[in-house]
């Protein structure tokens, strides 16, 4: 059972390596043009990912607060 596991994994790396040499290939032979507009995808995609971790990351900071200044109001009614 362990080889076929192995077998597998071996396929499943080639196919990987098939898969990035097939995609330099095709990215060396597209045109000026084409590589340019592939980089402007690119670059928006990784904009689009940035602008979300960010907007992510602004509600987790406001909802931490929200519930930081709960507990303390919580908290401060109990003591009083």
Do not use: C
């Amino acid at each position: 059972m362990a080889t076929r596991n192995n077998n597998g994994k071996g396929i499943l790396a080639l196919l990987g390596i098939g898969a990035g040499v097939f995609a330099w290939w095709k990215y060396k032979n597209l045109s000026p043009e084409e590589k340019a507009r592939l980089k402007g995808k690119i670059d928006e995609t990784g904009s689009k990912i940035k602008d979300t971790y960010a907007e992510v990351e602004d509600t987790i900071s406001e909802k931490y607060e929200q519930v930081k200044n709960t507990i303390k109001k919580e908290i401060n009614e109990a003591q009083s």
